[in-house]
């Protein structure tokens, strides 16, 4: 039996997992708080700690040479797994990925990866992507992310930066929307979930709002409406929700369907918490898509639901490790 | 000395060339006219005749083995070499892939690619992307093309349609421009070399045209006019020249800027006989694209021109076929 570990490092917790062959559900799995000691040294030892940890609960007596990799919420520089950038982990600059090859041995494949790529790696071994070798994952929650899987290998460009979807334009110019990345006209900034539910929040709370069923959903109060109220509005007629998802749907599908033209696909799997609650705006946008994406790259096409949800990180962390998808040397 | 063979299939050319290791000069080369008989089974028999007949002229006294690839100009359908649809060749749902490796025998590796595609290998093995395994080569001519290398694999997609660029939305609904392929907004329907051409002639033919030193410069004749005509009066601060040049710099950008956020290249190549003939329109396009994508997908990204030109496509095809790049079974 094949065993390797998964290690998810976000801003709030530290989760590792082992996991044998392609059973998505862990052998043994151990979560902490990050808390607030967060020295990149500190973190690299706790995770050594907790890959020994697991291994050990795994079963594995000598667990020194299991592949590690690590799932990051962080914007990566390189394939040695530095860290250009994590607001989650405040982190800066650190070479991440050569401390932790440092510390966890010589004998051992250690990968680092972007998040969503390793959640996307994940739904390729057991979940939505099972036996898909092109494919395009896109993950619409706080924030707008891709990973992209082509001819079976993970897509991660020359810097480890592929699959910035939501940092693709839909607008320019001074009039597009400005986007937390410091650029402007990002699809992010228009269909991203902090930015949608901040819009609905201010324009509902403006002095001449809307009326709109969406307030009615909230008990009336507008900072508590949120996408899904909007959602619920737009499929029952309301015209200020319909307006809104009508105008972001194909800023979304445009995105997507741009994507869909450099990389052909044979499936899409689409994900995170905001389409997951707005099933109206996903239609909205699938329709949207049809328009947006050349023929050719929708002609067999499957566009599907991811289904193993943040777990999927760890186990595509573990998978990529083991795969050989390491940090070059 | 490795010897392997590359075929353009063009709309006017059949052009077949030995190639012998990573020399982009052919060994022996061969060339005829398409002409009007274009039945698939007639020109496979063609290809096998040049076939021979280069492999000869290279000194292979037995060429049964040698690889080939061909560089069609045709949207392909699968990895099995099926032609969608060539307007070129006027084919439509040819399995010319099948026909192709039925006729030149099961020892040899045979290849099909779009042609885009095997320009860009071209260029990867003895061009502007030597050494660089994650690349992203767009060409800007009549119409717009793209191919993708990465982690020096051949990015094709699940149906061999990846890298059409040419179709990515720059514009949406009604007032978008309608584009050949059907679609409306496409960044070829603005950029592209004919689009461009007929929407300058089409202004400078109208009832009111605007004064411009464009015109002067081709003899005072409307019809005349050229890309490169415009091109020269934008640098010379002509006022209509540069709106026009303002307005279409910013929609390539856009389109290049959002596939190097998906992509993340070590390398963007340009090409193509419009960008070769403008170039202040690059300049300003390439100033668009800093604001177009991702910091990080600038940060490290080498942009540099296309060097082998259109027998590119030949080496490419030759190498893509020998490097087994072929026909899936």
Redesign the interface.
């Known amino acids: 039996m094949t065993v390797a570990i998964g290690v998810d490092l976000g801003g709030s917790n530290l989760r590792v997992a082992a996991f044998a062959g392609d059973d998505p559900r862990p052998v043994c799995a151990h979560r902490e708080e990050v808390g607030l000691a967060r020295a990149p040294e500190a973190i690299v030892e706790r995770i050594a700690a907790a890959v020994d940890h697991v291994a050990r609960g795994a079963g594995v007596t000598d667990g020194t040479s299991l592949p590690v990799g690590v799932g990051l919420a962080a914007?990566l520089?390189d394939r040695r797994g530095t860290v250009?950038n994590s607001p989650h982990l405040r982190w800066r600059d650190v070479a991440f990925g050569e401390l932790l090859a440092a510390r966890l041995g010589p004998i051992r494949p250690v990968g680092g990866y972007n998040d969503v790529n390793a959640i996307t790696w994940g739904e390729h071994v057991a979940g939505a992507g099972v036996g898909i070798?092109?494919l395009l994952a896109v993950y619409v929650g706080t924030g707008i992310g891709?990973g992209?899987i082509?001819?079976g290998?993970l897509?991660?460009?020359?810097?480890?930066?592929?699959?910035?979807?939501g940092?693709?334009?839909v607008a320019?110019?001074d009039g597009a929307a400005p986007c937390a990345?410091?650029?402007?006209g990002c699809v992010e900034a228009y269909v991203g979930g902090s930015y949608v539910a901040a819009r609905i929040i201010a324009a509902l709370s403006a002095a001449r709002a809307p009326r709109t069923r969406a307030l009615e959903l909230a008990g009336g109060v507008p900072g508590r409406v949120t996408p899904g109220h909007v959602d619920q509005a737009a499929a029952d007629g309301d015209d200020w929700a319909l307006a809104l998802w009508t105008e972001l749907a194909?800023l979304l599908a445009?995105?997507l369907?741009?994507?869909l033209?450099?990389?052909?696909?044979?499936r899409l799997i689409l994900g995170g918490g905001l389409l997951s609650r707005t099933p109206t705006l996903r239609e909205l946008t699938l329709g949207?898509l049809m328009?947006?994406a050349?023929?050719?790259?929708t002609?067999?096409l499957s566009i599907v639901d991811s289904t193993l949800g943040d777990d999927a990180g760890l186990l595509g962390a573990a998978h990529l490790a083991a795969s050989g998808q390491t940090f070059a040397p």
């Open positions: 914007m520089r250009a070798d092109d891709a992209v082509a001819s290998r897509l991660d460009g020359a810097r480890h930066c592929a699959g910035e979807i940092h693709v334009k320019w110019g990345c410091g650029q402007r194909p445009v995105a369907g741009n994507a033209a450099m990389l052909n696909p044979a949207a328009l947006a050349p023929v050719a790259a002609d067999g």
